[in-house]
C-alpha cells in the first residue's frame, strides 16, 4: 500500500464523498498500488515493490511524493465512483486528479522532475535482449548470434 484512505482524503470534500476506513478504500487502495507502481517501474525497476506507505520487514517508507500521487489517484476514483451514479457526466475533479498524475508519470520519465534521494534504476544493455548480438566472427565473417528467423541453430 502506497497510501492510505486519510491521505486520499486530504483530496475530497468530506462533507460529499470520502473514505470511512482503509477496508472501505480497500478497492481504490489495490487500484492505485498497482496504477502507481507499474508507472514508476519504467523509471525506477524493481525498488518500487519495496516502498509502503508502513513499512514493514524489508520495505522502505514510500517517498512523500509517491505517497501524494497514490493518494490523488485513490481520490479520483472514489470521486468518480461516487458521481458517476447520479450522472453520465465525466466529474471535472475527479478527471483533474488523474491528469495530475499522468502529467507527474511524465515529468518523471523525461527526468523533468524526480524524486529526492531516488536514482533511476533501469538500465538496458544489448544483454537485456540476448539473443541479439550482431557481432561478426572475424575468422568466419558469420554473425554469433546464436537463434535468426529461419531458426538455425
Known amino acids: 500500500m502506497l497510501a492510505n484512505y486519510a491521505e486520499a482524503n486530504k483530496y475530497l470534500d468530506l462533507t460529499k464523498v470520502g473514505f470511512a476506513n482503509n477496508d472501505d478504500a480497500s478497492d481504490e487502495i489495490d487500484a492505485a498500488d498497482s496504477v502507481i507502481r507499474s508507472n514508476l517501474f519504467d523509471v525506477f525497476g524493481d525498488v518500487v515493490y519495496t516502498w509502503e506507505y508502513t513499512p514493514g520487514t524489508g520495505q522502505v517508507q514510500a517517498p512523500d511524493a509517491v505517497t501524494e500521487r497514490a493518494a490523488m489517484w485513490m481520490a479520483a476514483l472514489r470521486y468518480a465512483k461516487v458521481y458517476s451514479e447520479e450522472t453520465l457526466d465525466e466529474n471535472s475533479w475527479s478527471a483533474r486528479l488523474f491528469a495530475m498524475v499522468n502529467d507527474w508519470f511524465g515529468k ?7 524524486i529526492p534521494g531516488i536514482t533511476s534504476g533501469i538500465a538496458f544493455s544489448e544483454d537485456d535482449f540476448w539473443p541479439n548480438s550482431t557481432d561478426v566472427d572475424p575468422s ?11 531458426m538455425e541453430l
Open 108 to 114: 518523471l520519465r523525461t527526468g523533468e522532475v524526480t
Open 140 to 150: 568466419t565473417g558469420i554473425s554469433n548470434r546464436k537463434f535468426t528467423m529461419s
